[in-house]
């Protein structure tokens, strides 16, 4: 059976067999909103949990929107003019307005990216700067968290009077779902602020992971930073398949991300009986799949239905190849996950690493193989996973070690998708 995975900018067909193939994970279908551009003018008079925006604008001098950098497929294009449109008509003037890329620890932006992001006429119009985490001088410092996480902000978005973030709401592998406080920190936070965050303290809860909101401890502390930060005013959205809005959640930051994780928590969940011999997965294509940094989420949002000694396929493309360059070092510098982990449980916390925490995570669950046009033979071959030319080679691979009645799933958006099994807990 022919099955279509999210990868890259235009997909991969790949070949399924029939006989195995349990179920193919997707998200519910969810119409597209007729006119967002309009539903989003009439939600800021009107939005959740707090005054209109215009209200809330009047009688400040300056305002900072964090926007998410290129791995996040936010429809600024469609957002931001609407938000610009009620800040100026409330007194903000457009030289008083920045636009702050929420880069966290990423890469900057490119100038072709930021056109992408905004389109041309907003990247001439207005001041559009990315956050700097590694550059101290360029953040506040906030005090601590009642867990003694140091907190750094960055200062554009301190000193600015009025603070509104632009996202969108998915499972996230550690946070629970996207959106809402994480554009405040790890989005905008300082380097040591981003490590903290990002350490075994946290991550290693097992509460810390997709669909995974009242008893997660990171998604407690990043509502505790961003009250301490300041977070005034949120548009979210929900996307479907097709990267269309099908919701819009404008207000106050916590009450509107939980109406909008409520709703998207409805759309994206989808289940199986029980656990199954095979998982092929995706990391949703691009953007998300530039790097086999961001590719890693794909693992993990399969977990929950791959059985534990089973095998996970992940095909991602990872066009920029491993990631940022401490990570890319980390990902070659251990013989297994086992050996990783050890590591982490007894030093300090290094830039990166907890990606490769989540990847350990799933390597310890299952056995990993990648299918990665943009990755080296050379440099698959020093991480701890295995890797294969296709997904079909990697799928005989796996009949051949769990034999020819193998069960197997498929979530073609990969970490766009919640997948769980039927009557378990989130």
């Not at 097709?242 to 759309?267: L, M, N």
């Amino acid at each position: 059976m022919k099955v279509h995975l999210a990868y890259g900018k235009n997909g991969l067909d790949v070949e399924i067999p029939g006989k195995n193939l349990v179920k193919i994970l997707t998200m519910n279908r969810t119409s597209p909103l007729h006119n967002p551009s309009q539903e989003l003018r009439s939600i800021l008079k009107e939005p959740i949990g707090c005054k209109p925006l215009r209200e809330m604008a009047r009688g400040k001098r300056s305002a900072c929107i964090v926007l998410c950098d290129i791995t996040r497929p936010v429809p600024n294009k469609l957002l931001l003019p609407p938000v610009l449109d009620v800040l100026e008509e409330a007194g903000i003037t457009r030289n008083n307005i920045t636009l702050l890329i929420a880069t966290g620890l990423h890469r900057p932006s490119t100038p072709e990216e930021r056109r992408y992001m905004v389109g041309e006429e907003i990247v001439q119009q207005y001041r559009m700067v990315d956050h700097r985490a590694r550059v101290r001088t360029e953040q506040r410092y906030l005090g601590k968290t009642a867990n003694e996480t140091p907190v750094y902000i960055d200062e554009t978005y301190c000193a600015a009077d009025l603070k509104i973030s632009l996202g969108f709401i998915e499972p996230h592998l550690m946070a629970g779902f996207s959106g809402g406080r994480k554009m405040v920190a790890p989005g905008c936070a300082g380097e040591e602020t981003i490590k903290a965050l990002h350490s075994p303290f946290f991550l290693e809860d097992p509460h810390c992971r997709e669909g995974s909101l009242e008893k997660n401890p990171l998604h407690r502390e990043l509502v505790e930073i961003a009250r301490m930060a300041g977070h005034d005013f949120i548009v979210n959205v929900a996307l479907n398949e097709g990267g269309d809005i099908t919701g819009i959640f404008a207000g106050d930051p916590e009450r509107a991300h939980e109406a909008g994780v409520e709703c998207v928590r409805k759309s994206v969940r989808t289940t199986l009986r029980e656990p199954v011999d095979i998982v092929v997965t995706t990391s949703a294509g691009f953007p998300l799949d530039l790097t086999y940094y961001q590719a890693i989420k794909g693992m993990t949002a399969a977990l929950p239905v791959v059985k534990r000694g089973g095998m996970l396929i992940l095909a991602a493309e990872c066009a920029e190849g491993l990631g940022g360059k401490e990570f890319s070092a980390m990902a070659r510098r251990f013989s297994s996950a086992e050996e990783f982990q050890r590591h982490i449980l007894h030093h300090p916390v290094e830039i990166d690493q907890w990606q490769l925490e989540e990847c350990a995570k799933a390597a310890l669950h299952a056995d990993v193989v990648l299918v990665s046009s943009g990755i080296q033979p050379e440099e698959r071959e020093e991480l701890f996973i295995e890797s294969a030319e296709t997904v079909e080679e990697a799928i005989e691979r796996g009949l051949r070690r769990y034999g020819d009645d193998s069960t197997i799933a498929v979530i073609p958006q990969g970490p766009y998708t919640l997948a769980d099994i039927e009557n378990a807990g989130t």
